[in-house]
């Protein structure tokens, strides 16, 4: 079971962090992915990181504003985000595959999602 958390209402250029606590599986074997839907559009992988290695990976649009991490003692990985714009409003989704990462979930499935948390930007 994944749990995300942390969405809020946040002005341009703010912070956020969102949170992905897991549950029943073995945390160190698992890549803990972050994936959001904006209305309208697709799910878009966002970052994922590799429990067992700290290997991450990042879509372009987030590059050097969002970091990814993970605290394996809490079973938690973290979304860092930062210089928030309006076009990252969106449903943010924590999502967890085996071993390796990917930023495209329906070519690479994950085995759990967790239920959703909403990042609203506002202009």
């Known amino acids: 079971q994944l749990q995300a958390s942390g969405g809020g209402l946040v002005q341009a250029g703010g912070s956020l962090r969102l949170s992905c606590a897991a549950s029943g599986f073995t945390f160190d074997d698992y890549a803990i992915g972050w994936f959001r839907q904006a209305p309208g559009k697709e799910r878009e992988g966002v970052s994922c990181?590799?429990?067992?290695?700290?290997?991450?990976y990042y879509v372009d649009s987030v590059k050097g504003r969002f970091t990814i991490s993970s605290d394996n003692a809490k079973n938690t990985v973290y979304l860092h985000m930062n210089s928030l714009k309006p076009e990252d409003t969106a449903v943010y989704y924590c999502a967890a595959r085996f071993r390796w990462c990917s930023l495209h979930s329906i070519v690479d499935p994950y085995d759990y999602w967790g239920q959703g948390t909403l990042v609203t930007v506002s202009s």
């Open positions: 990181i590799s429990s067992s290695d700290g290997n991450t």
